[in-house]
Structures are given as structure tokens and as C-alpha cells.
């Protein structure tokens, strides 16, 4: 073809010319009829079943990556942003109105553009390469629509279904969001959904679970999401079950001497040693009413419990208020032992928010923990891991062993009524 042969044949399609339509420097799409151009429509594009959305790509590219991508049908493609669509079997009427973008039918377009992968189909789900001389399947989106029942897609342009791509949603009118708005498409091929739209109106349902005691007879123990968004570790083996861990202590790799923020939110790791976090013991307690459980252990093996029948704690304003009552067990009333020095209806401090009640000492730092101190307490047991010491500020409890180190605490919580 000859230079001048191009220029009579450059195309003015609707009123545009391909160089006002694309965008600077994309040589490829200005000159497209070296690839015998395929039919473009104009200021209409899908925003459904979109497989892939890639950006940065000139229009030629798109359609290139759309005839070597299984499923592909055809491409959006918003010159504006050089985004690119990547679109599956879809009907004309759901193509809609949009300003600046271009749909295009792949089918109108040769086939040679996808070179080497021209003949090669791949499955679902996935594109052909010609890397090293070799033809290959490579999957890059996920084949199904993520599970989003309720919810449309918050996405500008709808949504795709690129690997590796976290969309959001937003629940339809008259329903609720319960959890965080997201799915991902894993790297599995498979769709994680991080929310469920619920009817307004309706109560929170038990799909998570309120805590441990929720989930399902014979569940392992081990860990568990509760409330949407609380990462607990359960315990289904003591005591029938049903316990969700909030402390536990048993080798000292987590240091406890934290700030009033790392005890709020918690820290250390809920397999291993960690406090949960006043956020979350507030938020797990107030849904229902609670009994909580501490066991200890001793380097000698000895061990004991402590449970109290009524357990809850305040939010943030109220200082994170313990209500405690109800001691039974084999380890000695630690928490509430007589009315001088019970900790119901104290405030928790650290070492950078004192709110205890002693005249003479700074509790959390004397005694080297986080806790509902008064003055200061009989049961430190966020005190310090150390073994074969023993000290105000070693993790204790005074009830049972004096102030001689623990080797193992754990507490845990589970309704009341079980
Ligand atoms: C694309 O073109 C093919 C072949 O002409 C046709 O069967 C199909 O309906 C077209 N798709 C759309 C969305 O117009
Ligand atoms: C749910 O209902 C409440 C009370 O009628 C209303 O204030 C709220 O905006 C509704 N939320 C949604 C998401 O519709
Ligand atoms: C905290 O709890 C108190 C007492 O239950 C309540 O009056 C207050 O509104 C709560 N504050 C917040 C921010 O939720």
C-alpha cells in the first residue's frame, strides 16, 4: 500500500477521524487499517461481563489481548485513559451510553493480530503467550462472578475479573452491609467475598458467628473470624468447647508492656501469644452475657483455674470498665477477692494512661502490665515472663503462688447461659 493510498482510505468514522480519537502516540490505532480495521462503535461500551481491564495498552494491543484471551467477544476501549476492556459474550442492548468510549466487535476484526496464538485456544479463565518460541495458556482472570448476592458493583466502570484484583461493592437499596465491601479474585482462579448485604432490618444473622460458642458441633479448635471482622482463636476441646481466647501467654516471645493504643487494638498473634484488644473484648462481650475463664500454669506443672460467672468491659469512653463477679475455681479469687481490692468497675491502664487507684503507686508501670488495676492487683498475669522469678511485676497470681512466675495464662470467654 502506498503512503498515499493510506490517506484516502483513512477513516472518518461518525464524524472522528481515528487521530482525534486516540490517544497521543498510539501510532497503532491512528494507522489501523494496516491491520484492515475492525468495526468500531462510537460512545457506547459494556459495562457487563468484562473478563479483563487493563490499563496503559493502545487500542490495537486491546484487541490484540482480546483474541488471544478465551471467552473474548469484543473490547471496550476509553482512549482518555488508553483503558482497556476485555469483554465476553454480551448482547447489543447491553451495550450503554458513554461518552469517549468505543466499543468493538471482535469478530470484525483478522484474526493474524493474535500472531502465534491465532489457532491456540486456551480454557476459561485464561490467555495464550508466545514466549521462548512456545505457545502457552496462562490463567489471568477468575471464569466465574464473585458471590455478591445483594449488592451491585461500585466499580466506575462495572466490574472485571482480572487475578490478583480486589472490587468493590455496594449493597442494593433496603439492604445492609455486613462486613468489609470487597471481593477478590485469588490467585486460586476463585472469588473471595468479604461481605454480605443483609435486609435492612433484619438482625445480623449467625453465618458469623457472635464467638466461639456459635460455630458449628465438632468444629476444631483453632482460628476463627466472629462478629465480621474478629480474628479469634477458639477453643472446642476444654470444658465442651465453645471458648474464644482473649489472652494466652505460655513461652514469653510477645513482650506485655504495651501502650494504651496496642492494647486497644491488641497485639501478638491469636495462635500464639496475644491480648485480643479492648476494641474487640467490648465489642465480642456486649452482645451477649459473658462468663470469662483463666487458667495458669506453673514451670512445676501445677495448674489451676479461675472462672467468674459475669464478665464484661466498657468501651473506649469508659475507660475499657471491667464488671466482674461470680469466683469459683481452684486458683483463688485473683480479680475480685474483697471489696477493697476488687477490680469490678475499673478502668484499664497502661503506662501511658494510669487510671488506677493507688496513692502511691503508677500500677501498670510498677507492676509492668496492662490491666483493670486498682491497687494494684492480686492477678497480674500480663506482667513480665520469667521464669523461676518471682516479683511484683512477674506475671502472678497472688491467690495461688504468691508472686511466683506463671508459665502458662490463658483467658477465654464463653456465654453465660452454657
Ligand atoms: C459480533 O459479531 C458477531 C458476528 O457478526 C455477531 O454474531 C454478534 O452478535 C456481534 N456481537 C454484538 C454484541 O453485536
Ligand atoms: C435502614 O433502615 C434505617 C431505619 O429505617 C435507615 O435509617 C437506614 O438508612 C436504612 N439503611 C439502608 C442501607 O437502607
Ligand atoms: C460508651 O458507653 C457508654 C456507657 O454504656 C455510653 O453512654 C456511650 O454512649 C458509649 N460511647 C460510645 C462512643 O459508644
Known sequence: MSILGIFLVLPVLNGFSMKEYCHKKDFSCEQPFFYEQGKLEFGRCSSINVLRRL????????????LVTSQCKGINYRPDWQMCDVVGEII????????????????????????????????????????????????????????????????????????????????????????????????????????????NGTEISNEFPKDCSDLPKGSNS???????????????????????????????????????????????????EFWLGNDNLHAI?????????????????????????????????????????????????????????????????????NQDMSDVHDCADYKRSGWWHRDCTKGNINGLYRPGEQGNDVMHWRTLNGKYSLSMTRMMIKPASI
Open 222 to 272: 483453632g482460628v476463627y473470624v466472629v462478629r465480621t471482622n474478629i480474628k479469634v482463636f477458639c477453643d472446642m476441646d476444654t470444658d465442651s468447647g465453645g471458648w474464644t481466647v482473649i489472652q494466652h501467654r505460655f513461652n514469653g516471645m510477645q513482650t506485655f508492656e504495651k501502650s494504651w493504643h496496642e492494647y486497644k487494638t491488641g497485639f501478638g498473634d491469636v495462635s500464639g
Open 92 to 199: 447489543s442492548k447491553d451495550l450503554g451510553p458513554e461518552d469517549g468510549c468505543v466499543h468493538s466487535n471482535i469478530s470484525t476484526w483478522p484474526e493474524s493480530l493474535a500472531g502465534e496464538c491465532r489457532n491456540y485456544d486456551c480454557v476459561d479463565g485464561e490467555k495464550c503467550l508466545f514466549e521462548d518460541y512456545k505457545v502457552r495458556c496462562e490463567q489471568v482472570y477468575c471464569v466465574n462472578n464473585p458471590n455478591a448476592d445483594n449488592a451491585i458493583s461500585d466499580e466506575k466502570f462495572g466490574h472485571h475479573k482480572n487475578l490478583g484484583a480486589g472490587l468493590k461493592f455496594r449493597c442494593n437499596d433496603g439492604y445492609k452491609l455486613q462486613g468489609h465491601p470487597y471481593s477478590f479474585c485469588m490467585h486460586s482462579g476463585r472469588w473471595e467475598t468479604k461481605f454480605r448485604c443483609i435486609l
Open 55 to 66: 490499563s496503559r495498552l493502545g487500542m490495537i494491543d486491546c484487541v490484540r489481548e482480546c
Open 285 to 353: 462481650l456486649s452482645q451477649r452475657e459473658y462468663k470469662m475463664r483463666v487458667d495458669l500454669e506453673y514451670f512445676d506443672g501445677n495448674n489451676a483455674l479461675a472462672v467468674y460467672s459475669g464478665f464484661s468491659v466498657g468501651n473506649e469512653s469508659t475507660g475499657y470498665k471491667l464488671s466482674i463477679s461470680g469466683y469459683s475455681g481452684t486458683a483463688g479469687d485473683g480479680m475480685t477477692d474483697f471489696s477493697q481490692n476488687s477490680l469490678n468497675g475499673m478502668s484499664f491502664s497502661t503506662a501511658d494512661r
